[in-house]
Structures are given as structure tokens and as C-alpha cells.
T-cell receptor, first 113, second 112 residues
Framework: NAGVTQTPKFRVLKTGQSMTLLCAQDMNHEYMYWYRQDPGMGLRLIHYSVGEGTTAKGEVPDGYNVSRLKKQNFLLGLESAAPSQTSVYFC????????????FGPGTRLTVL | DQQVKQNSPSLSVQEGRISILNCDYTNSMFDYFLWYKKYPAEGPTFLISISSIKDKNEDGRFTVFLNKSAKHLSLHIVPSQPGDSAVYFCAASVTGAQKLVFGQGTRLTINP
């Protein structure tokens, strides 16, 4: 039982390059979330999904896209990376409607040069 | 607009003493509150939570207190241990919103 996993753990991009971050979970989470963590800013919600095939914008969605084609996977895409997207990205999931507790993956550290 | 605020970026406490981490919120609609603990290079892990119908919730060495009139919650750790050194985030939610709003985090250091 791996829980919530993220791929890759580290990545360095050049400005303008694209990439996809993968979040996978085997906890049967209905809801999944992508956050970014920046110094002094806490965790800020980028996008989230309330079920397979659904996505919704969070607090800081600009420059990112997401897809949830399968229940167990939630992908975060950067189409044209910018230095302002240098951050640590966390994926999280929660079981369903009647719980607020989210379970986090280990994070992906992204640097955009 | 920061709806959840942790005004102390860092806190240093001696081993064995009490650690008190504070969190303030502005949205009166928040009705569920959580604390997460984060070690370096790891994801946040859930620690303890409290519903707005309670004013205290206890789990071992960890107790969370909620003061709704002051829009303030605190996490007490007694006694503090070296393994408690981490960054602590408070988070809040509104029933039905399906989202958490996090504070900026407080780095707790327990000194031997």
C-alpha cells in the first residue's frame, strides 16, 4: 500500500519548457488536490478534482493545467514554465465528501531557470 | 487575503517543556480545523483536528484548543520531544467546500 506517490521527486527546467507531474494513489481517494509550497506562503491550492473526469480551479491556477482521466491518477501540467513556478509541489487526496482530512504525497521540487 | 494566519514563523522550546503554536483565522464560516506536521523533504502529515462544535480535542501529547469568538486556535504539545521539531501548518475548511485553506506554517525547534 504505497499511499500517495509523486513522480518525479526533483526536476530542473528551462524557462519555456513543459512538463507533467504525476500523482498516483492507491487509497481509493475520490478527491485529489495539487498544492504548491513557497517560503512564507504556506500551501496554496492550484487545482483539485472531486472525482474521475472532473477538475476545478483553486487559489493559484494560472500557468497550470490538470487532468484526472483515471481515479487513481491526477496530473499537473506546466505548458510553458516560468521562474515564478519554482516551488515544491504536493499532491493530496481524501476519501470522500464526509471527511476533511487530506493525505499528502512526498512532494516534487521543481526549479525553473 | 490571508484567511488563515500563523504569525510566528518560528518557535524554539526546550525539551520537556510545553510548545504552543498559534493560528488565527478571519472567515467565520470555517467550521473544521486541522493541524499538519511536516518534516524536511516529506509531505505534510495529519496530526489532529477539531470541529467548531468543540473547544478542545486531545490526542496523547497533542491538544488543540479553539476559541471561536476570537477566531483563534492553538496546538499544545506536552511534553515537547526532539522528534517534534518540524514545520506545523494549521488549516481550516467550510463544510461542503471540499477544500482546505492553510496558514503559512511555524517552524518548531525542540532544543535538548
Amino acid at each position: 500500500n504505497a499511499g500517495v506517490t509523486q513522480t518525479p521527486k526533483f526536476r530542473v527546467l528551462k524557462t519555456g519548457q513543459s512538463m507533467t507531474l504525476l500523482c498516483a494513489q492507491d487509497m481509493n481517494h475520490e478527491y485529489m488536490y495539487w498544492y504548491r509550497q513557497d517560503p512564507g506562503m504556506g500551501l496554496r491550492l492550484i487545482h483539485y478534482s472531486v472525482g474521475e473526469g472532473t477538475t476545478a480551479k483553486g487559489e493559484v491556477p494560472d500557468g497550470y493545467n490538470v487532468s484526472r482521466l483515471k481515479k487513481q491518477n491526477f496530473l499537473l501540467g506546466l505548458e510553458s514554465a516560468a521562474p515564478s513556478q519554482t516551488s515544491v509541489y504536493f499532491c493530496a487526496g481524501k476519501a470522500g465528501l464526509f471527511t476533511d482530512t487530506q493525505y499528502f504525497g512526498p512532494g516534487t521540487r521543481l526549479t525553473v531557470l | 487575503d490571508q484567511q488563515v494566519k500563523q504569525n510566528s514563523p518560528s518557535l524554539s522550546v526546550q525539551e520537556g517543556r510545553i510548545s504552543i503554536l498559534n493560528c488565527d483565522y478571519t472567515n467565520s464560516m470555517f467550521d473544521y480545523f486541522l493541524w499538519y506536521k511536516k518534516y524536511p523533504a516529506e509531505g505534510p502529515t495529519f496530526l489532529i483536528s477539531i470541529s467548531s462544535i468543540k473547544d478542545k480535542n486531545e490526542d496523547g501529547r497533542f491538544t488543540v484548543f479553539l476559541n471561536k469568538s476570537a477566531k483563534h486556535l492553538s496546538l499544545h504539545i506536552v511534553p515537547s520531544q526532539p522528534g517534534d521539531s518540524a514545520v506545523y501548518f494549521c488549516a481550516a475548511s467550510v463544510t461542503g467546500a471540499q477544500k482546505l485553506v492553510f496558514g503559512q506554517g511555524t517552524r518548531l525547534t525542540i532544543n535538548p
